[in-house]
């Protein structure tokens, strides 16, 4: 079956930490690929997305994300974070078989001032 | 400006008392879908509708239903809610079928079953 991964379900880091959150997939075919984040209390926002073209993604806040298809993954990454990156971040993808949203479990990112 | 609106935001409730949440988007979607939230599990899709009158089932159907009279309305009917829906629920649009395109959140309604 379809299924997105994340590998950690916790992570702390400090501030200025460099930061990188594995995300897999398992399906052969087309995928569009999200990370979403989910500050305390607040509803999701998308971070950035991939359909199609360069694989290295920049989106919103300094993230960017990767999509390597040799090995199934977009993980995404972020050189220094601060402790306002406090938030649980998502990885989902969408698949040519049926064009729903599957997603991962989640990651809990913790920052220390 | 464009947006997916959710009410209630929050609600607590009665096991067996009827209840709905609403959705509604203005930027004349066709696809629509509602998710719930639980810890460590991620988003589970609960129902999703492709247009008007057409809806089906996702991954976590049961003790819920929903319906889709027009097109910006795609509301999330609990027959008769039990403790374990409790959860964060999220109704999102999208303009067609989800590839290629971003899907729009609403911001999420909490709910409690006691």
């Known amino acids: 079956a379809q299924s997105v991964s994340q590998h950690n379900h916790h992570v702390i880091l400090s501030e200025a930490a460099s930061l990188e959150l594995g995300c897999n997939y398992s399906?052969?075919?087309?995928?569009?690929l999200f990370w979403y984040v989910q500050y305390p209390g607040q509803h999701l926002q998308l971070l950035l997305k991939?359909?199609?073209?360069d694989p290295l993604v920049k989106g919103i806040k300094g993230f960017e994300a990767e999509f390597i298809k040799s090995k199934f993954s977009f993980n995404l990454r972020k050189p220094s974070v601060q402790w306002s990156d406090t938030a649980e971040y998502f990885c989902?993808?969408?698949?040519?078989?049926?064009?729903?949203?599957?997603w991962g479990a989640g990651t809990k990112l913790i920052i220390k001032p | 400006e464009a947006q997916v609106t959710q009410n209630p935001r929050y609600l607590i409730t009665v096991t067996g008392k009827k209840l709905t949440v609403t959705c509604s988007q203005n930027?004349?979607?066709?696809?629509m879908s509602w998710y719930r939230q639980d810890p460590g599990l991620g988003l589970r899709q609960i129902y999703y509708?492709?247009?008007?009158?057409?809806?089906d089932k996702g991954d976590v159907p049961e003790g819920y239903k929903v319906s889709r009279k027009e097109k910006r309305n795609f509301p999330l009917i609990l027959e008769s809610p039990s403790p374990n829906q409790t959860s964060l629920y999220f109704c999102?649009?999208?303009?067609?079928?989800?590839?290629?395109?971003?899907?729009?959140f609403g911001q999420g309604t909490r709910l409690t079953v006691v």
């Open positions: 399906y052969g075919g087309t995928v569009n």
């Open positions: 999102a649009s999208s303009p067609r079928t989800l590839m290629n395109t971003e899907a729009f």
């Open positions: 991939y359909f199609s073209g």
């Open positions: 509708s492709m247009n008007v009158e057409v809806t």
């Open positions: 930027m004349n979607h066709e696809y």
């Open positions: 989902a993808a969408v698949m040519d078989s049926n064009y729903q949203l599957i």
